[in-house]
Nanobody, 115 residues
Framework: QVQLVESGGGLVQPGGSLRLSCAASGSIFSINTMQWYRQSPGKQRALVASSSSTGITNYIDSVKGRVIITRDSAKNSWHLQMNSLKPGDTAVYYC?????????WGQGTQVTVSS
């Protein structure tokens, strides 16, 4: 059974940075996609960034140039470096793994951008 554990959320001032991490326990398929989603109050959960095992990364337009997704396949972990944070980035962030036709979710970590 694969479980995802997130860390790194918190309160940060506008313009600040945070790094979120997600670690997967258990065995995962080598062909996979590691992703980050976020959900703001009253809104649907939405994809923020993705990283495929083939090396392709994708970002939503609102975070391009400010956010970088990285992965360490050997450690089954991935990270989201967020810079120049804005109040609009405030949300619960969830890591997501698609592996061997299974979808796994982390428990979510709160990111609050406020002065």
């Amino acid at each position: 059974q694969v479980q995802l554990v997130e860390s790194g959320g918190g309160l940060v001032q506008p313009g600040g940075s945070l790094r979120l991490s997600c670690a997967a326990s258990g065995s995962i398929f080598s062909i996979n996609t590691m992703q980050w989603y976020r959900q703001s109050p009253g809104k649907q959960r939405a994809l923020v960034a993705s990283s495929s095992s083939t090396g392709i990364t994708n970002y939503i337009d609102s975070v391009k140039g400010r956010v970088i997704i990285t992965r360490d396949s050997a450690k089954n972990s991935w990270h989201l470096q967020m810079n120049s944070l804005k109040p609009g980035d405030t949300a619960v962030y969830y890591c997501n793994l698609v592996s061997d036709s299974h979808i796994y979710w982390g428990q979510g970590t709160q990111v609050t951008v406020s002065s």
